[in-house]
């Protein structure tokens, strides 16, 4: 087991490189650029880092030469043959060859594309401009990089036995919240936590620990080279960035109405099983599920990641109720900003109404809340979005509107489209 104190302690890039593999990065990424590859390939996008923490000023704390040598060594890799012998054969939800082999000889020749940088009012701003599949690759690792070269630069004065006091206390933390959940019938969780990770270091020690602790309730990581080195499942469906990028590519408020059931309707000609499930929030949970097609209901599951849990899934059962189909049949899986409380109320919750699992992230792989002084190391809510799409500007509006991105005029306009009305605003603090 590496001894994460002492590495931190050298501060030696080449030594821990923040991103080591282009398969450093979320299942779920290389399953929908796989859908883009073959559905939209030619889509031109533009990607954006959205720090929604402003009180947090990235570019006053990261080195901007450190920044750009970590994205510049990412954008020299490449698949290694083991990496593509992985993705060629490995069984992914019970299924080989998930990847077809026109994607794995692209994905086999891909390097990242350039990327642009600036500093403005203490943020980096960071874009990716390019073909829809290639700049999508680039949203794990630049989060990943940035959430990474500002824990090293908060760390960087410590001294060697003051990492390793801080580090225990986070293994502790840790495995406390790991103790608890194992007590009676431990909730069936996966490893969400790439994107904000404290490290990569840390995020692969999280897991061990949770599948030492938890054993077969830990069901696996959605980080691609974690799942290949520790020999467990990769985990992963789909994200917003399809629908918002879909809906920004049509011609009026019909086709707009449409847009997020196109998606699926994509999605359902490749994948089936686990890999059938739903995120409603994008424009709505409500309204998407009222006008969803019935073939639609059929699908396995569906996963809650904004607004109030206990909502989201209510309003999930009710739904499938009223189009014939069993709700604990269904699976539900939560994922927003849970921490062990809220994973044990939720799985009591719905215990034997719905099959509930849990996408543990950023508390999972980066909880070193009030460790160092001026709590210098709580996480915070970065993303990476794609903004427009053949230059037209994409928006979200999610179920907790402090989450919205976009033009307000667009916002507004895709709210009448969908019928959302007031919404309750609940802290976004992952």
Same mark, same amino acid.
């Given at each position: ?34 859908? @883009? ?20 000023? #990235? ?25 593509? !012998? ?53 949203? /794990? ?16 004065? *410590? ?41 990569? #270091?840390?995020?692969?020690?999280? @897991? ?10 830990? /069901? ?7 799942? *290949? ?14 629908? *918002?990028? $879909? ?13 997020? $059931? ?91 109404? +719905? ?39 994409? @928006?979200? #509006? ?6 919205? !991105? ?7 306009? $895709?709210?009448? +489209? ?13």
């Amino acid at each position: 087991m590496a001894d994460i104190a002492t590495r931190v302690y050298d501060h030696k890039w080449k030594i821990d490189p923040i991103v080591r593999s282009l398969i450093d990065t979320d299942f779920y990424k290389l399953l929908m650029c796989q859908s @883009v590859f073959r559905n939209r390939a030619d889509t031109q996008v533009t990607f954006s880092l959205i720090n929604r923490n402003k009180s947090i000023r #990235l570019a006053d704390l990261v080195d901007e030469g450190e920044l750009r040598e970590q994205l510049d060594h990412v954008r020299s890799l490449s698949l290694s043959r083991g990496e593509s !012998t992985w993705l060629r054969g490995n069984m992914f939800y019970g299924k080989r060859q998930m990847f077809r082999p026109d994607f794995m000889e692209w994905f086999e020749a891909f390097r990242l594309p350039p990327y642009h940088l600036e500093k403005r009012d203490g943020q980096y701003e960071l874009t990716f401009e390019g073909k829809w599949p290639d700049v999508m690759m680039w949203e /794990i690792p630049a989060l990943a990089i940035l959430m990474e070269l500002r824990s090293r630069a908060v760390l960087k004065d *410590m001294g060697r036995f003051e990492l390793q006091v801080l580090y225990a206390r986070a293994m502790t933390r840790l495995w406390e919240k790991v103790e608890k959940l194992r007590v009676g019938q431990a909730p069936r969780i996966a490893d969400f936590g790439t994107r904000r990770r404290h490290s990569f #270091l840390w995020q692969d020690w999280c @897991v061990q620990a949770m599948m030492e602790g938890l054993g077969s309730a830990f /069901i696996g990581t959605s980080n691609c080279l974690i799942a *290949m080195r520790r020999d467990i499942e990769a985990i992963g469906t789909n994200a917003h960035e399809l629908p *918002m990028v $879909y809906a920004a590519l049509v011609e009026n408020d019909q086709d707009l109405r449409e847009a997020p $059931y196109r998606v699926l309707a994509d999605w359902q000609e490749e994948h089936e099983g686990n890999l059938r499930v739903i995120l409603p929030d994008t424009f709505g949970t409500a309204g998407f599920l009222e006008h969803a097609p019935d073939w639609l209901a059929a699908w396995t599951g569906v996963r809650i990641d904004s607004g109030d849990p206990v909502v989201g899934a209510e309003t999930a059962i009710a739904w499938w109720k009223s189009r014939g189909e069993d709700p604990r049949e269904k699976l539900v899986i939560f994922s927003d900003g849970l921490d062990v409380d809220t994973i044990l109320s939720l799985q009591a919750r719905f215990a034997g109404r +719905v099959k509930a699992s849990f996408g543990w992230g950023t508390l999972l792989t980066n909880d070193f809340r009030g460790l160092v002084a001026g709590d210098g190391l709580a996480p915070f809510s970065l993303v990476c979005k794609a903004v427009s799409a053949n230059g037209r500007p994409t @928006v979200k #509006l999610s179920d907790n509107p402090r989450k919205a !991105t976009g033009p307000a005029a667009e916002i507004e306009r $895709y709210k009448k +489209v969908f019928g959302v009305g007031a919404q309750s605003e609940r802290p976004v603090l992952v």
